[in-house]
């Protein structure tokens, strides 16, 4: 009963990869986020969703596309992966503006 | 657009004593929470602490408590009785209401020595 789950843990890929990352929460939130964690630990907001809308997109490059399908999943695709998108991604959910975040477990990808 | 500045990268206790974290913050508006995460070498980020900014009795969540100085904009995490179970890497941040987002500083990295 994970409240906010996030797939896979663990990416390894090559350069030039497409992949995906998926999440999803069972709290009921309407807002969903994704956060980048790189190897310095530095945590920011890439992505916030509320209702299957984007109201935050913090200067992304264009390969970054997330999706939402509903208001319970906010799915992270990203195309051409590079070598400087290895990092910890986060998936997190919210009631809108007034309480904390709740986060998945993170996703490790790293591009080889 | 508002910042968070934890300026401790690494802090180090002694079992059993107490720490605190510093963080302090800028933003033009009023309406925020504050908040500190722990995460601990398993990734996992978990709420420590909130702290509703138009209240201004400190917060406190059993061996864990806030200084929250609105005036001075400094939002400082309390540890009492560390346990070899709060090292971990902490995390300040401000959640503006109306943006709906958060900031968050860099981190700390707590080492408890036992």
């Known amino acids: 009963d994970t409240a906010v789950s996030q797939t896979p843990k663990y990416l390894v890929t090559q350069m030039g990869n497409d992949k995906s990352i998926k999440c999803e929460q069972n709290l009921g939130h309407d807002t969903m986020y994704w956060y980048k964690q790189d190897s310095k630990k530095f945590l920011k907001i890439m992505f916030s969703y509320n209702n299957k809308e984007l109201i935050i997109n913090e200067t992304v490059p264009n390969r970054f596309s997330p999706k939402s399908p509903d208001k319970a999943h906010l799915n992270l695709h990203i195309n051409s992966l590079e070598l400087g998108d290895s990092a910890v991604y986060f998936c997190?959910?919210?009631?809108?503006?007034?309480?904390?975040?709740?986060f998945g477990q993170g996703t490790r990808l790293t591009v080889v | 657009a508002q910042t968070v500045t934890q300026s401790q990268p690494e802090m180090s206790v002694q079992e059993a004593e107490t720490v605190t974290l510093s963080c302090t913050y800028d933003?033009?508006?009023?309406?925020?929470?504050l908040f500190w995460y722990k995460q601990p070498p398993s990734r996992q980020m978990i709420l420590v602490i909130r702290q509703e900014a138009y209240k201004q009795q400190n917060a406190t969540e059993n061996r864990f408590s806030v200084n929250f100085q609105k005036a001075a904009k400094s939002f400082s995490l309390k540890i009492s009785d560390s346990q070899l179970g709060d090292a971990a890497m902490y995390f300040c941040?401000?959640?503006?209401?109306?943006?709906?987002?958060?900031?968050f500083g860099d981190g700390t990295t707590l080492t408890v020595k036992p």
């Open positions: 933003t033009s508006e009023s309406d925020y929470y």
């Open positions: 997190a959910s919210s009631q809108p503006g007034n309480t904390e975040a709740f």
């Open positions: 941040a401000l959640l503006l209401t109306n943006a709906g987002k958060s900031t």
